[in-house]
């Protein structure tokens, strides 16, 4: 049986898209956070304080660190956020403990201590994206998700596009001390009430429904319950493994981006604040234009986003390494971050076409926090393999990244050409999602 559509009194709703602008906000705000260590670690001033300078493993293990706590906690903390807090409770203890741990981390007391802030900051980022993937299962019909998927999630783009030269002014107007208490005053003073005001809980007609489908053991169904059934999402190992390809490629990428920019290919500062910007602007469009055309495809065709935007996305990469140019190796960059861009909305679509009811935030905690966990290595791989070029040929450490969309390549065409069987949507069909046989009339 496919998946139900949302109930009217969801799909009408005109507050649901205020709450959708917000996740973005809040998506934004938390994608400056991830990416404020790529550009301190080009600042000589930060890494003497910690003891770095001129590691580029340990540089790019900073990044490391904070997606596995990422990971570990969309993974545990999520089934748990969706059996006892919901989207909008989980949201703003999210956000309230993003704001005191960054807060809290220019002033770590030696390399040890900042890498466990960064830990712990990464673990209370960590359920955001499954949150947001239940808000808009919850407020939006099967058929419109690809939009506001697509819409909450420019914040990936926008926060990376906005960050890289927000960060780079702000610590070479003032120091790097300053871009941490920023992001914790944003965190507190933006992220904060817009949850507050803005998201809402599942609509009341939608909770009656739930509770009238599942019944009162699974209205109140646990976290390990929760996680199982989670667990059984159909399609779950491939949609693994896009996430962690998709997810390698963005960490790769934005973590090395400005000291590529600035030390292979020699750009001025300003050069390099706004070059970097670029690549994810332009995913910003293309992720648009993914979720519209989401909503426009026929679901068995989803597919082909991840085939068409792993063959841009590696064929422009291979661009960037080859190029001798430097504003011919920009341009690679910036259209790979176009191609990357296309694939971001189906991911969170999938899963909301495919779990089973009652989980999506969970089995898409599954596919993020995994993705996350195995995806954090790309960083340190790339730092270990500039490293044996001898610290300053990005060559190889880029490599690593067409290794990362071939993965996508692969599985994106599986899905393609084998759907599964299919509900009246095009979905697969989940298996705990078919009803049970009638009793007998005694």
């Known amino acids: 049986m496919a998946p139900t559509s949302a109930p009217p009194a969801a ?54 660190v904070f997606l596995i706590g990422y990971g570990l906690a969309a993974f545990f ?15 703003l203890v999210s956000v309230g403990l993003w704001a005191a741990l960054t807060l809290l981390s220019p002033y770590a007391l030696g390399a040890l201590m900042f890498v466990a802030v960064r830990f712990l900051l990464g673990a209370s980022e960590g359920p955001l994206f499954s949150l947001k993937t239940m808000y808009v299962k919850e407020h939006f019909a099967p058929h419109e998700v690809g939009r506001p998927n697509a819409v ?53 007609a939608q909770k009656a429904s739930a ?45 090395w981006l400005p000291a590529y920019l600035l030390q292979e290919r020699h750009f001025s500062l300003a050069q390099m604040g706004a070059v970097s910007a670029l690549p994810f602007l332009m995913s910003l469009a293309s992720g648009f234009l993914g979720g519209h055309l989401i909503d426009k495809l026929p679901a068995r065709r989803l597919p082909l986003l991840f085939v068409v935007g792993a063959l841009g996305t590696g ?60 995806s954090a290595f790309m960083p340190t791989a790339m730092g270990a ?18 290794g990362a969309q071939t993965v996508t390549l692969c599985c994106g065409a599986w899905l393609l050409f084998r759907p599964g069987p299919r509900g009246t949507d095009g979905a697969v069909t989940p298996r705990t999602a078919r009803p049970a046989p009638p009793r007998p009339t005694p």
Request: net charge positive; charged share 10%; proline share 4%.
């Open 11 to 64: 799909t009408v709703s005109p507050r649901r898209w205020a709450g959708v602008l917000s996740l973005l906000a809040v998506v934004l705000i938390s994608y400056i956070d991830r990416v404020n260590v790529s550009v301190l670690i080009t600042d000589r001033a930060f890494t003497d304080h910690f003891g770095m300078t001129g590691d580029r493993v340990l540089q790019g293990a900073l990044m490391t």
């Open 77 to 91: 903390l999520t089934p748990l956020y969706e059996s006892a807090l919901g989207a909008r409770r989980g949201l």
């Open 152 to 204: 909450s999630s420019m914040g990936v783009s926008l926060g990376t596009a906005t960050g890289l030269p927000l960060i780079t002014y702000l610590v070479h107007r003032y120091d790097w001390h300053t871009s941490f208490v920023l992001l914790a005053l944003l965190n507190a003073a933006v992220g904060l009430p817009l949850i507050a005001l803005f998201v809402r809980g599942r609509p009341r």
């Open 211 to 255: 509770g009238r489908e599942s019944g009162p053991a699974g209205a109140r169904r646990g976290v390990v319950a929760t996680l199982r059934e989670a667990l059984r999402t159909p399609r779950l190992g491939c949609i693994l493994l896009i996430e962690i390809a998709t997810l390698a490629y963005l960490w790769g990428s934005s973590s």
């Open 315 to 374: 064929s422009c990469v291979a661009l960037v390494i080859t190029a001798d140019a430097a504003w011919l190796a920009a341009t690679g960059l910036v259209l790979a971050g176009g191609f990357w861009g296309l694939q971001g909305p189906a991911i969170p679509t999938l899963v909301q076409r495919h779990a089973p009811a009652g989980t999506v935030g969970s089995a898409y905690g599954v596919v993020n926090g995994v993705g996350n966990l195995v």
């Open 385 to 402: 393999a500039i490293a044996l070029g001898g610290g300053h040929s990005f060559g190889a450490g880029y490599a690593l990244l067409i």
